[in-house]
């Protein structure tokens, strides 16, 4: 892709994507309208989805950084579901949409028609739980939304190789195909279990550079993903594996390093975010044109039944994968909480598809040893339509219908609670450490920064405590709230005149910047504290 057609696509998605957030309208829904009608302005060039560059550039860095934001510890309490999601689910939904598409569509051989399922089977890993945690779903589920989207693109890509492998008459028969699926999963969890310590371990001795850490952590994903698939492995597992990891021990990295992290990886996420989603609504011309021998009736009416059989498929399948386990194990009734009919509604209708399965259709190869894929051009139709289908039909409506069945939401006056208790025990640890520690003559203070220090302990004590106080009548603050926003005021003040000391040449641009920073710093943390 040439450098204007690439800056074009990634400055206009995000400004599309920093609209959506000004809308109700979630953003992978106005990225692919805006998509769409823009494929039909005049100049505007044609964006092939290229599976070389979405699979090992895209989708390596996006994974890592839901893994990153992931908690290993709720993923492994819930590991029952989000296997039976991301395994079971999309295995079902491969064959059951495969055989439909292969009754409905004559001639359509049922190993093409198996790729097709391969292809739309895992819902995306973006949009659902990003609906989810904007609306406060309990925490349950979006653990095991956003657990099934680490892991089903692996499992999709894995049926789809097999069921590939079978149009080209390799590798054809069910032994041969669980083999595959087996060296893929396993793997690719094998590989990033062998990844993930020494790279934590070279993080940690590099933590007197943040720069170096950080230039460590963009190259990670790509590593895993590369190094699984020199062994044709899951390169998508090891890269949620070694991202689980180093999210869980990311509290052993440097605090200059992990802020660095965090900001560059949100800056990376939103901008490839919203370029895949643009690119799926871009499409549509290059799409279109290929249907060849299809009308478009049949098109359309192949597209409907698709698209029925996806939405099904995953209710067939929520509902028994819900409750047949706690009916047949008292060991699961006693382990995991009571849950009702509108939970797996909720994770039923949460199944949007996105750009992997619009990049893995792509990769179908056009010609074989034995001629042309079977109806590959109508493949990619039914891909597309069913992505668009699903983002339109479910994210429009997921919002509306998790509103109307009132599912209890976080309880935040539960969570702040917790909070402060954890917080409290934890300065309680420093209090005695600083105890310890001015004990020995080389620590030595003066009075008031020994003040300082306490004082500093005891405010980050208390401003928890103070979220569950009473609200200021007149602003409809807390008075933790008044105080920071008072606090970012004073920081604001401060700024402006180091910078006029600045202009008036009075300090140097140098000592600005240092002094800059320090507020910067201190902002940040006022920010958090009050905006949780």
Known sequence: MAVMPLFLLVAGSAAVAGLARRTPVPAPLMLVAAGLLASYIPGIPDYTLDPHVVLPLVLPPLLHTAALDSSYLDLRANLRPVALLSVGYVLFATVLVGYAAYLVIPGLPLPAALVLGAVVAPPDAVAATAIARRLGLPHRITTILQGESLVNDATAITAYKVALAAVIGVGATWTDGIKEFAIASLGGIGIGVVLMVPLHWLRVRL????????TLSLLIPFVAYAAAEQFHASGVLAVVVVGLYLGHRAWQVDFETRLQEEAVWKVISFLLESAVFALIGLQLRVVVRGLGEFSTAQALWYAAVVFAVVVVSRFVWVFPATYLPRLLSARIRAREPDTNWTAPVIVGWAGMRGVVSLAVAFSIPIHMAGGPFPARNLVLFL?????????????????????????????????????????SEASRAAEERLDELLHDERNALPGPLTDRLRTVLERRRNSVWERLGAVNEATGESADATYRRLAREMIDAERRVL????????????MMRTLLRRLDLEEATAYREGAS
């Not at 891909?383 to 997921?398: M, N, P, S, Y």
């Not at 998790?402 to 976080?410: F, H, S, T, V, Y």
């Not at 910078?499 to 140097?508: A, E, G, N, P, Y």
């Open 207 to 214: 933590r007197e550079s943040a720069l170096l850490e950080n």
């Open 383 to 423: 891909t597309f339509t069913t992505v668009i289908a699903t983002l339109v039909v479910q994210g429009l409506t997921l919002p509306a219908l998790i509103r109307a069945l009132r599912l209890p939401g976080r309880d935040a006056q539960a969570e702040t609670l917790a909070e402060a208790q954890a917080q």
């Open 499 to 510: 910078v006029r000391l600045r202009d008036d040449r009075k300090i140097d641009d140098e």
